[in-house]
């Protein structure tokens, strides 16, 4: 796999935060997080490395990260690159297994979009005569 790919905004936000990247996907609602390895193979495959340059700086075997990057494709949170490639992060290498762990508790509550979701009017509607508490 060499190509390379960026974040699919603005449907995806992530947020690496001590060695474990927080994504949330806001077109399906639900919001993933990977530790360690994985972290710093979303940081690489973000900034537009390919799968075997994030390999070889991570110290990791190419298939596992082609495959924890056909993961996060088949997701819809990387997309390929339209733009160049961003400058590398500086990531050292890291051992351990790419897991990407899928959540879907606050897919309703992610969903809820009260700024977009109005009636022409607007948001909060004061009512029209009558009335008022």
Same mark, same amino acid.
């Given at each position: 796999?060499?190509?390379?790919?960026? +974040?699919?905004?603005?449907?995806?936000?992530?947020?690496?935060?001590?060695?474990?990247?927080?994504? +949330?996907?806001?077109?399906?609602?639900?919001?993933?997080?990977?530790?360690?390895?994985?972290?710093?193979?979303?940081?690489?495959?973000?900034?537009?490395?390919?799968?075997?340059?994030?390999?070889?700086? =991570?110290?990791?075997?190419?298939?596992? +990260?082609?495959?924890?990057?056909?993961?996060?494709?088949?997701?819809?949170?990387?997309?390929?690159?339209?733009? *160049?490639?961003?400058?590398? *992060?500086?990531?050292?290498?890291?051992?351990?297994? =790419?897991?990407?762990?899928?959540?879907?508790? =606050?897919?309703?509550?992610?969903?809820?979009?009260?700024?977009?979701?109005?009636?022409?009017?607007?948001?909060?509607?004061?009512?029209?005569?009558?009335?008022?508490?």
């Amino acid at each position: 796999m060499n190509e390379r790919f960026e +974040v699919n905004r603005p449907d995806v936000v992530d947020e690496s935060v001590d060695g474990e990247v927080l994504i +949330v996907h806001l077109g399906s609602g639900a919001y993933f997080s990977s530790r360690g390895a994985g972290d710093s193979a979303w940081q690489l495959l973000a900034a537009g490395c390919t799968a075997a340059e994030s390999a070889a700086v =991570m110290g990791q075997e190419a298939d596992a +990260v082609k495959a924890f990057t056909a993961q996060l494709v088949d997701e819809g949170l990387l997309r390929p690159r339209a733009t *160049p490639p961003a400058p590398q *992060p500086p990531v050292t290498a890291v051992t351990g297994p =790419m897991t990407l762990d899928k959540y879907t508790d =606050m897919q309703e509550l992610l969903l809820l979009d009260p700024i977009h979701d109005v009636e022409p009017e607007g948001w909060p509607a004061a009512k029209q005569g009558g009335d008022r508490p």
